[in-house]
């Protein structure tokens, strides 16, 4: 069984930038899809980004162009790369494997996202 640990939020002004990592333990992490979703207060959770174990990536309409995911396989961790960053970008960000095309396994903590105008 794979486990994530996302890192990297804070509290940043309108236009800068952060980035998220997403830590995994296992040896079978390089197997699986990876995504970030976020959820912001009384909203749903959303997909934000995710990459394939190949590579190939897939980002939400409202964050294309700013935001760019990434893995580097011999640290087991992914990360999202947050440009440009809008006070709608504020939530709580979640890594997940993706396994089917849904989410698989247990959501973690999260990392808190806020951006003030």
């Known amino acids: 069984q794979v486990h994530f640990v996302e890192s990297g939020g804070g509290l940043v002004q309108a236009g800068e930038s952060l980035r998220l990592s997403c830590a995994a333990s296992?040896?079978?992490?390089?197997?699986?899809?990876i995504a970030w979703y976020r959820q912001a207060p009384g909203k749903q959770r959303e997909l934000v980004a995710r990459?394939?174990?190949?590579?190939?990536?897939l980002y939400a309409d409202s964050v294309k162009g700013r935001f760019t995911i990434s893995r580097d396989h011999a640290k087991n961790t992914v990360y999202l790369q947050m440009n440009s960053l809008k006070p709608e970008d504020t939530a709580v960000y979640y890594c997940?494997?993706?396994?089917?095309?849904?989410?698989?396994?247990?959501w973690g903590q999260g990392t808190q996202v806020t951006v003030s105008s």
């Open positions: 997940i494997p993706i396994v089917a095309a849904m989410p698989f396994g247990s």
């Open positions: 296992g040896s079978t992490f390089s197997i699986y899809t």
């Open positions: 990459m394939s174990s190949s590579g190939s990536t």
